[in-house]
């Protein structure tokens, strides 16, 4: 069984900093993408930033220059280093990940269950 566990969510003053961290464990053959989601109330989802398997990352608009993802394949954990956090960005962050459980299967969405952001103005 596969479960992604995120770390590192809390409060924050407006301008701070905080790094999350993303770990897989359980039955993995390989993982390609990863990424951070996030989910403020009344909102959809969206993605913050992504990495591939390679190390190409992507993104949103809205965290670019402030955000930075990254990963270490083996520790199987995705990061993301939050910088100058604004008010606007709190929200539960979800990492997301495409997993092979074993070379028969393809490659499957798996999901951690968030962990809580608060910036405070």
């Known amino acids: 069984q596969v479960q992604l566990v995120e770390s590192g969510g809390g409060l924050v003053q407006a301008g701070g900093s905080l790094r999350l961290s993303c770990v897989a464990s359980g039955n993995i053959f390989d993982i390609d993408d990863m990424g951070w989601y996030r989910q403020a109330p009344g909102k959809q989802r969206e993605l913050v930033a992504s990495?591939?398997?390679?190390?190409?990352?992507n993104y949103a608009d809205s965290v670019k220059g402030r955000f930075t993802i990254s990963r270490d394949n083996a520790k199987r954990t995705v990061y993301l280093q939050m910088n100058s956090l604004k008010v606007e960005d709190t929200a539960v962050y979800s990492c997301?990940?495409?997993?092979?459980?074993?070379?028969?299967?393809?490659?499957?969405?798996?999901w951690g269950r968030g962990t809580q952001v608060t910036v405070s103005s």
């Open positions: 990495i591939t398997g390679g190390g190409i990352t």
């Open positions: 997301n990940a495409e997993i092979r459980i074993s070379w028969r299967y393809q490659y499957a969405d798996f």
